[in-house]
């Protein structure tokens, strides 16, 4: 199955299907790998292959998989502290200008957009919103500080993945090479669609 997002609904269905059963492995939003968090951290890990290893989890029938790969760790950790270092120094260059407050808004936005998932790492302190309009174009500064707490939680969960089956009493490791598999094919497809165009 396309290793995407599916619904619960399109699950649900793949369950309830007659005739044979149908089978899944699909990867799972982040957000589920912190509602899981507290369980997974009691399971032991278990090596699926070298630099990859693996935490099974079996819940309602299912088996949830929590894989780490050292390679994507290091891969996403150099991600994340390229994109931190550049959001700092852009929030540090706004700091200098000398911007209005609606401007600064507007600035900030762009920063926002920008830094995507990064930037809850940071905390932002803006002053209170002028009263009169005249006000507005002055200048106005604004403080940010690293949230440490959340930049630790994010680094906990660099380079892992949460895979969701039916298929309980499958070995951990032939998971992870049938995981890597519809990545391969999803590629094919890819550049299959890109040839016809």
């Excluded at 090596?47 to 079996?58: D, F, I, N, S």
């Excluded at 790492?121 to 009169?132: E, F, G, H, S, Y």
């Amino acid at each position: 199955m396309d290793r995407g997002i599916p619904t619960e609904e399109v699950l649900e269905e793949m369950r309830q299907a007659g005739g044979p059963p149908v089978q899944y492995l699909v990867g799972t939003p982040k957000g589920r790998l912190g509602k899981l968090e507290a369980e997974l951290l009691k399971q032991p890990w278990q090596q699926a292959r070298e630099g990859v290893r693996v935490k099974l989890l079996p819940q309602d029938g299912e088996l949830y998989v929590c894989v780490e790969s050292q390679a994507r760790i290091g891969k996403e950790r150099s991600m994340r502290r390229r994109r931190l270092r550049r959001l700092i120094g852009g929030l540090k260059e706004l700091q200098e200008q000398r911007l209005g407050y609606e401007s600064l808004l507007l600035k900030l936005g762009a920063a926002k957009k920008a830094a995507g998932r990064d930037w809850a790492l940071i905390d932002i302190t803006l002053p209170q919103r002028p009263a009169k309009k005249a006000a507005l174009r002055e200048r106005c500064d604004f403080s940010f500080q690293l949230r440490r707490d959340k930049l630790r939680i994010a680094r906990r969960r660099e380079g892992r993945y949460l895979l969701r089956s039916n298929l309980t009493g499958t070995d951990p490791g032939k998971l992870w090479t049938m995981y890597l598999q519809l990545t391969q094919v999803e590629q094919a497809f890819k550049d299959l669609k890109g040839d016809l165009r």
